[in-house]
Protein backbone atom coordinates (compact mmCIF):
# COMPACT_ATOMS: atom_id res chain seq x y z
CA UNK A 1 0.00 0.00 0.00
CA UNK A 2 1.62 3.53 -1.16
CA UNK A 3 1.64 6.53 1.92
CA UNK A 4 -0.88 9.18 0.78
CA UNK A 5 0.61 12.00 -0.85
CA UNK A 6 -0.46 14.51 2.67
CA UNK A 7 -1.33 13.40 5.66
CA UNK A 8 -2.41 15.89 8.68
CA UNK A 9 -2.81 14.77 12.03
CA UNK A 10 -4.69 16.68 14.40
CA UNK A 11 -3.08 19.86 12.93
CA UNK A 12 -3.81 22.77 15.45
CA UNK A 13 -2.70 26.43 13.72
CA UNK A 14 -3.32 29.01 16.74
CA UNK A 15 -2.67 33.16 15.95
CA UNK A 16 -1.85 35.84 18.91
CA UNK A 17 -0.14 35.57 22.13
CA UNK A 18 -2.37 37.84 24.55
CA UNK A 19 -5.71 37.00 22.32
CA UNK A 20 -5.42 33.48 20.94
CA UNK A 21 -7.47 33.23 17.55
CA UNK A 22 -7.84 29.07 17.23
CA UNK A 23 -8.16 28.80 13.08
CA UNK A 24 -7.96 25.51 12.80
CA UNK A 25 -9.06 23.10 15.82
CA UNK A 26 -7.53 19.53 15.25
CA UNK A 27 -7.74 18.71 11.09
CA UNK A 28 -7.01 15.05 10.17
CA UNK A 29 -6.80 14.78 6.52
CA UNK A 30 -5.23 12.20 3.94
CA UNK A 31 -4.99 13.45 0.26
CA UNK A 32 -4.17 10.19 -1.92
CA UNK A 33 -2.44 9.97 -5.26
CA UNK A 34 -4.99 11.12 -8.39
CA UNK A 35 -7.32 12.67 -6.37
CA UNK A 36 -9.14 15.64 -7.51
CA UNK A 37 -10.73 17.15 -4.33
CA UNK A 38 -12.39 20.10 -3.98
CA UNK A 39 -12.15 22.19 -0.16
CA UNK A 40 -15.39 24.44 0.24
CA UNK A 41 -15.80 26.56 3.24
CA UNK A 42 -17.08 30.08 4.02
CA UNK A 43 -14.73 33.07 4.51
CA UNK A 44 -12.91 32.75 8.05
CA UNK A 45 -13.12 28.82 7.89
CA UNK A 46 -9.75 28.13 7.04
CA UNK A 47 -8.86 27.57 3.95
CA UNK A 48 -6.22 29.34 2.81
CA UNK A 49 -4.36 28.71 6.42
CA UNK A 50 -4.88 24.88 5.79
CA UNK A 51 -3.59 24.93 2.55
CA UNK A 52 -0.83 27.14 3.83
CA UNK A 53 0.73 24.12 5.89
CA UNK A 54 -0.06 21.78 3.86
CA UNK A 55 1.78 23.40 0.97
CA UNK A 56 4.31 23.51 3.68
CA UNK A 57 4.15 27.33 3.67
CA UNK A 58 3.19 27.81 7.08
CA UNK A 59 4.19 25.33 10.19
CA UNK A 60 1.02 24.42 12.25
CA UNK A 61 0.55 25.46 15.95
CA UNK A 62 0.93 21.32 17.21
CA UNK A 63 0.06 18.38 14.85
CA UNK A 64 2.02 16.33 12.40
CA UNK A 65 2.05 17.32 8.40
CA UNK A 66 3.53 13.83 6.43
CA UNK A 67 4.31 13.96 3.21
CA UNK A 68 5.23 10.71 1.00
CA UNK A 69 5.43 8.83 4.75
CA UNK A 70 8.18 11.51 5.73
CA UNK A 71 7.26 13.91 8.73
CA UNK A 72 8.06 17.42 8.01
CA UNK A 73 8.56 18.72 11.42
CA UNK A 74 11.63 18.46 12.31
CA UNK A 75 13.10 19.10 8.71
CA UNK A 76 14.88 23.17 8.14
CA UNK A 77 14.15 25.57 6.24
CA UNK A 78 16.61 24.13 3.27
CA UNK A 79 15.07 20.74 3.67
CA UNK A 80 11.32 21.68 3.40
CA UNK A 81 11.89 24.07 0.41
CA UNK A 82 13.40 21.14 -1.56
CA UNK A 83 10.41 18.65 -0.52
CA UNK A 84 8.32 21.92 -1.50
CA UNK A 85 9.51 22.64 -4.62
CA UNK A 86 9.78 18.67 -5.75
CA UNK A 87 6.32 17.26 -4.10
CA UNK A 88 3.76 20.01 -4.60
CA UNK A 89 2.75 22.62 -7.38
CA UNK A 90 0.93 25.79 -6.89
CA UNK A 91 -1.71 27.95 -8.31
CA UNK A 92 -2.92 30.89 -6.59
CA UNK A 93 -6.11 33.13 -7.02
CA UNK A 94 -3.73 35.88 -8.82
CA UNK A 95 -1.35 34.02 -10.78
CA UNK A 96 1.53 35.69 -9.18
CA UNK A 97 3.74 35.00 -12.19
CA UNK A 98 6.80 36.80 -12.70
CA UNK A 99 5.67 39.63 -14.68
CA UNK A 100 8.24 40.69 -17.36
CA UNK A 101 9.39 37.12 -18.26
CA UNK A 102 7.96 35.15 -20.98
CA UNK A 103 5.28 32.37 -20.50
CA UNK A 104 7.59 30.17 -21.45
CA UNK A 105 10.44 31.49 -18.54
CA UNK A 106 7.57 31.30 -16.22
CA UNK A 107 6.92 27.60 -17.09
CA UNK A 108 10.75 26.59 -16.77
CA UNK A 109 11.09 28.71 -13.47
CA UNK A 110 10.73 25.97 -10.66
CA UNK A 111 12.54 23.75 -12.38
CA UNK A 112 15.18 26.12 -12.91
CA UNK A 113 15.32 26.78 -9.64
CA UNK A 114 15.40 23.10 -8.56
CA UNK A 115 18.54 22.79 -10.75
CA UNK A 116 20.12 26.26 -10.71
CA UNK A 117 19.71 26.69 -14.56
CA UNK A 118 17.90 26.22 -17.16
CA UNK A 119 18.21 22.95 -19.41
CA UNK A 120 17.36 22.07 -23.41
CA UNK A 121 14.91 19.14 -21.79
CA UNK A 122 13.38 22.18 -19.18
CA UNK A 123 12.49 23.91 -22.25
CA UNK A 124 10.99 21.04 -24.15
CA UNK A 125 8.90 19.55 -21.33
CA UNK A 126 8.12 23.79 -20.85
CA UNK A 127 7.02 23.49 -24.05
CA UNK A 128 4.98 20.15 -23.56
CA UNK A 129 2.85 21.66 -20.64
CA UNK A 130 2.22 25.18 -22.98
CA UNK A 131 0.84 22.94 -25.44
CA UNK A 132 -1.54 21.32 -22.77
CA UNK A 133 -2.80 24.65 -21.86
CA UNK A 134 -3.39 25.45 -25.18
CA UNK A 135 -0.70 28.54 -25.08
CA UNK A 136 2.29 27.35 -27.00
CA UNK A 137 1.89 30.64 -29.81
CA UNK A 138 2.02 32.33 -26.86
CA UNK A 139 5.33 30.97 -25.38
CA UNK A 140 7.81 34.29 -25.97
CA UNK A 141 4.63 36.70 -24.98
CA UNK A 142 5.51 38.79 -21.60
CA UNK A 143 2.73 37.37 -19.10
CA UNK A 144 1.75 41.08 -18.66
CA UNK A 145 0.35 40.76 -22.11
CA UNK A 146 -2.26 37.50 -21.60
CA UNK A 147 -5.61 37.75 -20.47
CA UNK A 148 -6.00 36.95 -17.11
CA UNK A 149 -7.30 33.24 -18.09
CA UNK A 150 -4.37 32.70 -20.11
CA UNK A 151 -2.09 33.94 -17.40
CA UNK A 152 -3.85 31.45 -15.03
CA UNK A 153 -3.36 28.52 -17.41
CA UNK A 154 0.37 29.39 -17.64
CA UNK A 155 0.03 29.10 -13.55
CA UNK A 156 -1.52 26.01 -14.11
CA UNK A 157 1.57 24.75 -16.51
CA UNK A 158 4.14 26.41 -14.00
CA UNK A 159 2.40 24.46 -10.95
CA UNK A 160 3.03 21.58 -13.41
CA UNK A 161 6.33 21.42 -14.09
CA UNK A 162 8.24 19.90 -11.98
CA UNK A 163 5.87 17.00 -12.38
CA UNK A 164 4.21 17.33 -8.56
CA UNK A 165 2.23 14.54 -6.34
CA UNK A 166 -0.11 17.30 -5.58
CA UNK A 167 -0.88 20.75 -7.11
CA UNK A 168 -2.04 22.98 -4.44
CA UNK A 169 -4.55 25.88 -5.96
CA UNK A 170 -6.34 28.60 -4.09
CA UNK A 171 -9.64 29.88 -5.49
CA UNK A 172 -7.81 29.45 -8.85
CA UNK A 173 -10.88 30.85 -10.65
CA UNK A 174 -11.55 33.40 -7.90
CA UNK A 175 -11.07 36.04 -10.67
CA UNK A 176 -11.76 34.70 -14.02
CA UNK A 177 -15.25 35.50 -16.03
CA UNK A 178 -17.30 31.99 -15.35
CA UNK A 179 -16.57 30.85 -18.87
CA UNK A 180 -13.20 31.08 -18.59
CA UNK A 181 -13.27 29.66 -15.22
CA UNK A 182 -15.26 26.55 -16.36
CA UNK A 183 -12.14 26.12 -19.12
CA UNK A 184 -9.90 26.54 -16.45
CA UNK A 185 -11.30 24.00 -14.25
CA UNK A 186 -11.65 21.81 -17.21
CA UNK A 187 -8.27 21.43 -18.23
CA UNK A 188 -7.06 20.83 -14.37
CA UNK A 189 -9.53 18.10 -14.31
CA UNK A 190 -8.35 16.33 -18.06
CA UNK A 191 -4.64 16.81 -16.59
CA UNK A 192 -5.66 14.96 -13.63
CA UNK A 193 -6.80 12.34 -15.39
CA UNK A 194 -3.89 12.41 -18.15
CA UNK A 195 -1.22 12.53 -15.66
CA UNK A 196 -2.49 11.04 -12.48
CA UNK A 197 -1.66 14.29 -10.86
CA UNK A 198 -3.48 14.89 -7.58
CA UNK A 199 -5.43 18.52 -7.27
CA UNK A 200 -6.54 20.36 -4.54
CA UNK A 201 -8.70 23.55 -5.17
CA UNK A 202 -10.21 25.75 -2.37
CA UNK A 203 -13.08 27.48 -4.04
CA UNK A 204 -16.06 29.70 -3.02
CA UNK A 205 -18.20 28.15 -5.37
CA UNK A 206 -20.16 25.00 -4.21
CA UNK A 207 -21.38 24.12 -7.89
CA UNK A 208 -17.62 24.23 -9.33
CA UNK A 209 -16.60 21.86 -6.34
CA UNK A 210 -19.27 19.44 -6.50
CA UNK A 211 -17.93 18.66 -10.40
CA UNK A 212 -14.76 17.21 -7.64
CA UNK A 213 -14.28 13.60 -6.90
CA UNK A 214 -14.09 14.26 -3.30
CA UNK A 215 -15.73 17.56 -1.74
CA UNK A 216 -14.31 18.90 1.50
CA UNK A 217 -16.24 21.44 4.00
CA UNK A 218 -14.74 23.14 6.28
CA UNK A 219 -16.33 25.36 8.62
CA UNK A 220 -15.04 27.36 11.74
CA UNK A 221 -11.39 25.64 11.50
CA UNK A 222 -13.39 21.66 11.34
CA UNK A 223 -13.81 19.51 8.85
CA UNK A 224 -17.50 19.14 9.13
CA UNK A 225 -17.91 17.19 5.62
CA UNK A 226 -16.13 14.65 3.45
CA UNK A 227 -17.57 12.82 0.50
CA UNK A 228 -17.87 12.45 -2.94
CA UNK A 229 -18.89 15.23 -4.84
CA UNK A 230 -22.25 15.74 -6.27
CA UNK A 231 -21.84 16.26 -9.89
CA UNK A 232 -18.30 14.00 -10.27
CA UNK A 233 -17.69 12.92 -13.67
CA UNK A 234 -16.21 9.65 -13.76
CA UNK B 1 26.00 31.88 -7.06
CA UNK B 2 24.12 29.56 -9.56
CA UNK B 3 23.27 30.77 -13.09
CA UNK B 4 19.48 31.10 -12.44
CA UNK B 5 20.30 33.57 -9.68
CA UNK B 6 21.85 36.02 -11.87
CA UNK B 7 19.60 35.33 -14.79
CA UNK B 8 16.88 36.46 -12.09
CA UNK B 9 18.72 39.20 -10.58
CA UNK B 10 19.19 40.97 -14.21
CA UNK B 11 16.03 40.27 -15.25
CA UNK B 12 14.63 41.85 -11.93
CA UNK B 13 17.68 44.72 -12.58
CA UNK B 14 15.72 45.31 -16.10
CA UNK B 15 12.06 44.92 -15.00
CA UNK B 16 12.90 48.01 -12.66
CA UNK B 17 13.01 50.88 -15.31
CA UNK B 18 12.96 54.18 -13.60
CA UNK B 19 14.21 52.25 -10.28
CA UNK B 20 16.93 50.79 -11.52
CA UNK B 21 18.25 53.85 -14.30
CA UNK B 22 18.09 55.92 -10.97
CA UNK B 23 20.57 53.70 -9.07
CA UNK B 24 22.38 53.37 -11.91
CA UNK B 25 22.78 57.07 -12.25
CA UNK B 26 23.48 57.37 -8.27
CA UNK B 27 26.03 54.99 -8.66
CA UNK B 28 27.49 56.66 -11.94
CA UNK B 29 27.31 60.15 -10.40
CA UNK B 30 29.77 59.01 -7.39
CA UNK B 31 32.21 56.88 -8.98
CA UNK B 32 32.54 59.83 -11.79
CA UNK B 33 33.07 62.38 -8.40
CA UNK B 34 35.30 59.86 -7.09
CA UNK B 35 37.64 59.16 -9.97
CA UNK B 36 37.90 62.57 -11.01
CA UNK B 37 38.29 63.96 -7.73
CA UNK B 38 41.02 61.63 -6.99
CA UNK B 39 42.87 61.97 -10.20
CA UNK B 40 42.63 66.23 -9.56
CA UNK B 41 43.99 65.29 -6.37
CA UNK B 42 46.98 63.19 -7.70
CA UNK B 43 47.79 65.01 -10.88
CA UNK B 44 48.01 68.25 -8.44
CA UNK B 45 50.19 66.28 -6.17
CA UNK B 46 52.33 64.67 -8.75
CA UNK B 47 52.69 68.02 -10.39
CA UNK B 48 53.40 69.96 -7.74
CA UNK B 49 56.31 67.22 -6.17
CA UNK B 50 57.50 67.20 -9.77
CA UNK B 51 57.64 70.90 -9.28
CA UNK B 52 59.90 70.23 -6.14
CA UNK B 53 61.98 67.76 -7.04
CA UNK B 54 62.81 69.13 -10.82
CA UNK B 55 64.59 71.43 -9.42
CA UNK B 56 66.05 69.69 -6.14
CA UNK B 57 68.19 66.42 -6.11
CA UNK B 58 66.36 63.37 -4.29
CA UNK B 59 69.35 62.58 -1.79
CA UNK B 60 71.71 65.56 -0.62
CA UNK B 61 74.74 65.04 1.34
CA UNK B 62 76.14 67.63 3.27
CA UNK B 63 79.50 68.78 5.31
CA UNK B 64 79.21 67.10 8.74
CA UNK B 65 78.49 69.86 11.08
CA UNK B 66 81.32 71.12 13.20
CA UNK B 67 81.86 71.95 16.44
CA UNK B 68 80.25 75.21 15.57
CA UNK B 69 76.89 74.12 14.87
CA UNK B 70 76.63 71.97 18.31
CA UNK B 71 73.93 73.71 20.94
CA UNK B 72 75.11 75.10 23.71
CA UNK B 73 74.78 74.50 27.52
CA UNK B 74 74.71 76.47 30.03
CA UNK B 75 77.64 76.26 32.58
CA UNK B 76 75.64 76.54 35.50
CA UNK B 77 72.37 74.79 34.83
CA UNK B 78 73.50 72.62 32.05
CA UNK B 79 70.18 73.27 30.59
CA UNK B 80 70.43 73.95 26.63
CA UNK B 81 70.50 77.41 25.83
CA UNK B 82 70.21 77.55 22.10
CA UNK B 83 69.50 74.91 19.87
CA UNK B 84 72.57 75.43 17.53
CA UNK B 85 74.86 77.62 16.91
CA UNK B 86 75.99 78.95 13.32
CA UNK B 87 79.08 78.17 11.76
CA UNK B 88 81.61 81.50 11.79
CA UNK B 89 80.57 84.06 9.26
CA UNK B 90 81.89 83.78 5.75
CA UNK B 91 83.40 80.64 5.85
CA UNK B 92 81.84 77.78 3.73
CA UNK B 93 81.33 74.07 4.97
CA UNK B 94 82.83 71.85 2.31
CA UNK B 95 83.43 68.36 1.40
CA UNK B 96 87.72 68.02 1.12
CA UNK B 97 87.47 64.25 0.20
CA UNK B 98 84.21 63.88 -2.18
CA UNK B 99 86.06 61.92 -4.78
CA UNK B 100 84.84 58.46 -2.67
CA UNK B 101 81.66 60.05 -1.33
CA UNK B 102 80.75 60.20 -4.91
CA UNK B 103 81.68 56.85 -5.01
CA UNK B 104 79.93 55.51 -2.19
CA UNK B 105 76.50 57.13 -3.48
CA UNK B 106 77.07 55.88 -7.07
CA UNK B 107 77.77 52.20 -5.41
CA UNK B 108 74.08 52.53 -3.58
CA UNK B 109 71.67 50.01 -5.44
CA UNK B 110 68.76 52.67 -5.32
CA UNK B 111 70.86 55.89 -6.67
CA UNK B 112 70.92 56.70 -10.70
CA UNK B 113 72.65 59.65 -10.82
CA UNK B 114 75.33 61.64 -8.56
CA UNK B 115 77.25 64.78 -8.87
CA UNK B 116 79.06 66.91 -7.08
CA UNK B 117 78.70 70.69 -6.63
CA UNK B 118 79.87 73.90 -5.49
CA UNK B 119 77.29 76.35 -4.28
CA UNK B 120 77.93 79.80 -2.26
CA UNK B 121 76.40 83.10 -2.14
CA UNK B 122 77.67 86.15 -4.17
CA UNK B 123 76.68 88.96 -6.26
CA UNK B 124 76.26 90.52 -9.42
CA UNK B 125 77.53 93.33 -10.54
CA UNK B 126 74.95 96.00 -12.03
CA UNK B 127 76.15 99.48 -12.66
CA UNK B 128 77.04 100.70 -9.05
CA UNK B 129 74.34 98.35 -7.64
CA UNK B 130 75.37 94.64 -6.26
CA UNK B 131 72.69 91.98 -6.82
CA UNK B 132 72.38 89.02 -4.47
CA UNK B 133 72.93 85.65 -6.63
CA UNK B 134 73.83 82.35 -5.84
CA UNK B 135 76.44 80.88 -7.90
CA UNK B 136 76.00 77.31 -8.41
CA UNK B 137 79.20 75.43 -9.75
CA UNK B 138 78.29 72.48 -11.00
CA UNK B 139 79.50 69.55 -13.92
CA UNK B 140 76.78 70.36 -16.82
CA UNK B 141 76.93 66.24 -17.43
CA UNK B 142 76.19 65.11 -14.22
CA UNK B 143 74.35 67.70 -12.62
CA UNK B 144 71.98 67.42 -15.68
CA UNK B 145 71.14 63.76 -14.66
CA UNK B 146 69.75 65.06 -11.14
CA UNK B 147 68.40 68.12 -11.95
CA UNK B 148 66.68 68.80 -15.64
CA UNK B 149 67.55 73.02 -15.45
CA UNK B 150 68.20 71.58 -19.27
CA UNK B 151 64.53 70.87 -20.07
CA UNK B 152 63.79 74.51 -18.69
CA UNK B 153 66.03 76.71 -20.69
CA UNK B 154 64.52 79.57 -22.89
CA UNK B 155 67.76 79.88 -24.69
CA UNK B 156 70.87 79.12 -25.05
CA UNK B 157 72.62 75.81 -23.65
CA UNK B 158 74.31 74.03 -20.66
CA UNK B 159 77.83 75.11 -21.42
CA UNK B 160 80.03 76.79 -19.55
CA UNK B 161 83.51 76.81 -21.58
CA UNK B 162 85.41 79.72 -21.29
CA UNK B 163 84.02 81.33 -18.57
CA UNK B 164 79.99 80.79 -19.69
CA UNK B 165 76.82 81.12 -17.27
CA UNK B 166 73.57 80.23 -17.10
CA UNK B 167 71.22 82.41 -14.94
CA UNK B 168 67.53 82.83 -14.20
CA UNK B 169 65.38 84.78 -16.77
CA UNK B 170 64.21 87.24 -14.65
CA UNK B 171 67.36 88.03 -13.20
CA UNK B 172 68.46 88.50 -17.11
CA UNK B 173 65.47 90.68 -17.35
CA UNK B 174 66.51 92.39 -14.29
CA UNK B 175 70.10 92.98 -15.76
CA UNK B 176 68.84 94.11 -18.87
CA UNK B 177 71.41 91.01 -20.72
CA UNK B 178 70.99 88.30 -23.48
CA UNK B 179 72.75 85.49 -24.30
CA UNK B 180 76.39 86.41 -25.57
CA UNK B 181 76.45 89.50 -22.95
CA UNK B 182 78.79 89.33 -20.04
CA UNK B 183 77.90 90.09 -16.37
CA UNK B 184 80.51 89.89 -13.71
CA UNK B 185 79.91 88.40 -10.60
CA UNK B 186 81.84 89.53 -6.97
CA UNK B 187 81.84 87.00 -3.79
CA UNK B 188 82.56 87.83 -0.38
CA UNK B 189 86.21 87.88 -0.88
CA UNK B 190 85.59 90.34 -3.63
CA UNK B 191 87.46 87.53 -5.81
CA UNK B 192 85.08 88.84 -9.22
CA UNK B 193 85.46 87.31 -12.84
CA UNK B 194 83.02 88.36 -16.10
CA UNK B 195 81.08 85.42 -17.13
CA UNK B 196 79.32 85.51 -21.07
CA UNK B 197 75.88 84.00 -20.97
CA UNK B 198 75.28 80.52 -22.39
CA UNK B 199 71.67 80.05 -21.40
CA UNK B 200 68.54 81.49 -19.98
CA UNK B 201 66.30 78.85 -17.85
CA UNK B 202 63.29 79.21 -16.47
CA UNK B 203 62.88 77.15 -13.87
CA UNK B 204 59.13 77.69 -12.92
CA UNK B 205 60.10 79.01 -9.56
CA UNK B 206 60.86 82.48 -9.05
CA UNK B 207 63.62 82.48 -6.21
CA UNK B 208 65.68 80.44 -8.82
CA UNK B 209 65.24 82.82 -11.42
CA UNK B 210 66.52 85.27 -9.93
CA UNK B 211 69.44 84.10 -8.30
CA UNK B 212 70.42 81.16 -9.47
CA UNK B 213 73.67 81.45 -11.56
CA UNK B 214 75.39 78.40 -12.97
CA UNK B 215 79.19 78.03 -13.98
CA UNK B 216 81.44 75.61 -14.00
CA UNK B 217 82.60 73.12 -11.21
CA UNK B 218 86.00 74.30 -11.05
CA UNK B 219 84.76 78.16 -11.62
CA UNK B 220 82.65 77.65 -8.32
CA UNK B 221 85.10 75.86 -6.57
CA UNK B 222 87.97 78.77 -7.39
CA UNK B 223 85.43 81.74 -6.56
CA UNK B 224 83.73 79.97 -3.16
CA UNK B 225 87.89 79.39 -2.07
CA UNK B 226 87.17 76.23 -1.47
CA UNK B 227 90.66 74.46 -3.37
CA UNK B 228 88.97 71.18 -4.58
CA UNK B 229 86.23 70.92 -2.29
CA UNK B 230 82.93 70.95 -3.04
CA UNK B 231 79.68 72.09 -0.55
CA UNK B 232 77.81 68.92 -1.60
CA UNK B 233 76.86 66.08 -3.20
CA UNK B 234 73.64 65.41 -4.93
CA UNK B 235 72.23 62.15 -6.22
CA UNK B 236 68.87 60.74 -7.56
CA UNK B 237 67.22 57.62 -6.92
CA UNK B 238 64.78 55.17 -8.73
CA UNK B 239 61.96 55.74 -6.53
CA UNK B 240 61.51 59.06 -5.22
CA UNK B 241 59.90 58.00 -2.31
CA UNK B 242 62.24 55.71 -1.11
CA UNK B 243 64.91 59.03 -1.02
CA UNK B 244 64.87 59.42 3.09
CA UNK B 245 65.74 55.61 3.02
CA UNK B 246 68.90 56.25 1.31
CA UNK B 247 69.59 59.19 2.94
CA UNK B 248 69.60 56.90 6.11
CA UNK B 249 71.85 54.40 4.51
CA UNK B 250 73.96 57.14 3.07
CA UNK B 251 74.45 58.83 6.65
CA UNK B 252 75.85 55.89 7.88
CA UNK B 253 78.26 54.98 5.04
CA UNK B 254 79.33 58.01 4.67
CA UNK B 255 79.34 59.83 7.38
CA UNK B 256 78.08 63.16 6.49
CA UNK B 257 74.82 64.71 6.77
CA UNK B 258 72.79 62.73 4.08
CA UNK B 259 69.22 64.57 3.91
CA UNK B 260 66.38 63.55 1.44
CA UNK B 261 64.09 65.85 -0.37
CA UNK B 262 61.55 64.55 2.31
CA UNK B 263 63.39 66.07 5.02
CA UNK B 264 63.33 69.70 3.00
CA UNK B 265 59.69 69.72 2.59
CA UNK B 266 58.13 68.00 5.03
CA UNK B 267 55.62 70.73 5.52
CA UNK B 268 54.65 70.12 1.95
CA UNK B 269 54.51 66.37 2.42
CA UNK B 270 52.11 67.00 5.47
CA UNK B 271 50.05 69.07 3.39
CA UNK B 272 49.89 66.47 0.67
CA UNK B 273 49.24 63.80 2.67
CA UNK B 274 46.14 65.79 4.36
CA UNK B 275 45.07 66.55 1.34
CA UNK B 276 44.91 62.74 0.87
CA UNK B 277 43.39 62.06 3.64
CA UNK B 278 40.26 64.72 2.63
CA UNK B 279 40.14 63.09 -0.58
CA UNK B 280 39.06 59.30 1.13
CA UNK B 281 36.87 61.50 3.41
CA UNK B 282 35.40 62.53 0.20
CA UNK B 283 35.37 59.39 -1.22
CA UNK B 284 34.04 57.34 1.79
CA UNK B 285 30.74 59.89 2.09
CA UNK B 286 30.04 59.66 -1.21
CA UNK B 287 30.09 55.71 -0.83
CA UNK B 288 27.62 56.20 1.56
CA UNK B 289 25.71 58.30 -0.25
CA UNK B 290 25.88 56.00 -3.43
CA UNK B 291 25.23 52.92 -0.73
CA UNK B 292 22.16 54.55 0.89
CA UNK B 293 20.92 54.69 -2.35
CA UNK B 294 21.22 51.54 -3.77
CA UNK B 295 19.79 50.31 -0.43
CA UNK B 296 16.73 52.82 -0.42
CA UNK B 297 15.52 51.33 -4.11
CA UNK B 298 16.25 47.96 -3.52
CA UNK B 299 14.53 48.02 -0.21
CA UNK B 300 11.44 49.25 -2.13
CA UNK B 301 12.12 46.47 -4.80
CA UNK B 302 11.84 44.11 -2.41
CA UNK B 303 8.39 45.69 -1.20
CA UNK B 304 7.00 45.82 -4.69
CA UNK B 305 8.11 41.87 -6.04
CA UNK B 306 7.65 40.26 -2.24
CA UNK B 307 4.27 38.42 -4.31
CA UNK B 308 6.83 36.96 -6.42
CA UNK B 309 9.64 36.05 -3.92
CA UNK B 310 6.59 34.47 -2.43
CA UNK B 311 6.33 32.49 -5.26
CA UNK B 312 9.68 31.82 -5.79
CA UNK B 313 9.96 30.52 -2.44
CA UNK B 314 6.98 28.60 -2.96
CA UNK B 315 8.71 27.05 -5.97
CA UNK B 316 11.52 25.42 -4.02
CA UNK B 317 14.10 28.64 -4.02
CA UNK B 318 15.78 28.59 -0.62
CA UNK B 319 16.33 31.23 1.28
CA UNK B 320 19.73 31.29 -0.16
CA UNK B 321 18.83 31.88 -3.42
CA UNK B 322 16.44 34.53 -2.87
CA UNK B 323 19.39 36.79 -0.89
CA UNK B 324 21.75 36.24 -3.52
CA UNK B 325 19.52 37.46 -6.17
CA UNK B 326 19.09 40.57 -4.46
CA UNK B 327 23.04 40.84 -3.63
CA UNK B 328 24.07 40.12 -7.39
CA UNK B 329 21.60 43.11 -8.31
CA UNK B 330 23.74 45.13 -5.49
CA UNK B 331 27.43 44.65 -7.21
CA UNK B 332 26.05 44.88 -10.43
CA UNK B 333 24.58 48.28 -9.95
CA UNK B 334 28.00 49.01 -8.56
CA UNK B 335 30.26 47.35 -11.20
CA UNK B 336 28.23 48.62 -14.01
CA UNK B 337 27.92 52.08 -12.01
CA UNK B 338 31.63 52.38 -11.97
CA UNK B 339 32.44 51.76 -15.21
CA UNK B 340 30.08 54.18 -16.46
CA UNK B 341 31.34 56.60 -13.62
CA UNK B 342 34.82 55.85 -14.65
CA UNK B 343 34.29 56.80 -18.28
CA UNK B 344 32.31 59.86 -17.11
CA UNK B 345 35.12 60.80 -14.20
CA UNK B 346 37.88 60.54 -17.12
CA UNK B 347 35.37 62.84 -19.58
CA UNK B 348 35.46 65.25 -16.87
CA UNK B 349 39.65 65.02 -15.94
CA UNK B 350 39.89 65.39 -19.87
CA UNK B 351 37.47 68.41 -20.06
CA UNK B 352 39.11 69.71 -17.14
CA UNK B 353 42.78 70.03 -18.99
CA UNK B 354 41.11 71.33 -22.12
CA UNK B 355 39.31 74.13 -20.25
CA UNK B 356 41.41 74.91 -17.06
CA UNK B 357 44.64 76.79 -17.99
CA UNK B 358 46.64 79.54 -17.14
CA UNK B 359 47.06 82.84 -18.79
CA UNK B 360 49.75 81.40 -21.56
CA UNK B 361 46.80 78.82 -22.34
CA UNK B 362 48.81 76.31 -21.06
CA UNK B 363 47.45 73.12 -19.05
CA UNK B 364 48.16 74.07 -14.74
CA UNK B 365 48.62 70.42 -13.93
CA UNK B 366 47.88 67.50 -16.37
CA UNK B 367 45.03 64.92 -14.76
CA UNK B 368 45.60 61.56 -15.73
CA UNK B 369 43.43 59.04 -14.66
CA UNK B 370 45.22 56.11 -13.70
CA UNK B 371 44.03 52.04 -14.58
CA UNK B 372 44.86 51.68 -11.15
CA UNK B 373 42.48 54.34 -10.00
CA UNK B 374 39.81 52.47 -12.24
CA UNK B 375 40.15 49.42 -10.88
CA UNK B 376 40.25 50.59 -7.22
CA UNK B 377 37.03 52.47 -8.08
CA UNK B 378 35.34 49.13 -9.51
CA UNK B 379 36.52 47.44 -6.50
CA UNK B 380 34.71 49.83 -4.34
CA UNK B 381 31.73 50.65 -5.94
CA UNK B 382 30.94 46.67 -6.72
CA UNK B 383 31.86 46.24 -2.61
CA UNK B 384 29.61 49.50 -1.95
CA UNK B 385 26.50 47.93 -3.85
CA UNK B 386 27.39 44.44 -2.20
CA UNK B 387 27.22 46.01 1.37
CA UNK B 388 24.55 48.00 0.57
CA UNK B 389 22.15 44.84 -1.03
CA UNK B 390 23.06 42.92 2.33
CA UNK B 391 20.13 44.59 4.42
CA UNK B 392 17.72 44.46 1.14
CA UNK B 393 18.83 40.88 0.54
CA UNK B 394 18.54 39.77 3.94
CA UNK B 395 14.77 41.27 4.18
CA UNK B 396 13.43 39.65 1.07
CA UNK B 397 15.48 36.22 2.22
CA UNK B 398 13.18 36.56 6.05
CA UNK B 399 9.74 37.27 3.89
CA UNK B 400 7.41 34.67 5.34
CA UNK B 401 6.09 32.87 1.77
CA UNK B 402 2.51 32.58 2.94
CA UNK B 403 2.31 36.28 4.14
CA UNK B 404 3.98 37.43 0.87
CA UNK B 405 1.93 35.53 -1.32
CA UNK B 406 -1.50 36.03 0.50
CA UNK B 407 -0.62 40.21 0.97
CA UNK B 408 0.51 41.53 -2.13
Known sequence: ?234 | MKPIEFFLAFRFLKEGHSQTLLIFSGATAGVAVIVFLTSLIVGLQESLVEQITGLQPDVIVEPEDDGDTQPLYSAQSGEQVFRRTEPRPGRIDEIDQWRPVVETVGEDPEVVAVTPVAFGPGSVVRGQMLQPIEVRGVDPVTYTEIVDIEDRLLRGEMRFDDLGTVIGYELAEELDVDLGDRIRFVVADADSRTFTIRGIFDAGASAANQTWAYVSLREGQSMLDLGDGVTAVQATVIDLFDADDVAERLQVMTEHDVSSWQDVNQDLLRALRTQSASTILIAVFVSISVALGIASVLVVTVVQRRGQIGVLRAMGAPMGTIQRIFLIQGATVGLVGSIFGSLLGTGLALGFNDFVRDEQGEVIFPIEPSPTIFVLACLLATLTGLLAAVAPARRAAKLDPADAITHS
Open chain 1, 1 to 234: MTNPIIELDEIRRNYGEVVVTHVLKGINLRIEHGEFTSLVGPSGSGKSTMLNIMGLLDRPTSGRVIINGCATGDLDDHAITRLRGRTLGFVFQFHHLLTGFSALENVMMPAAVDRGTFTSSMRERAERLLSDVELLEHEEKNVRHLSGGQQQRVAIARALTNEPDLVLADEPTGNLDTKTADRVMDLMRRINKETGTAFLIVTHEEARAERCERFIRLVDGQIVEDRAGADADS
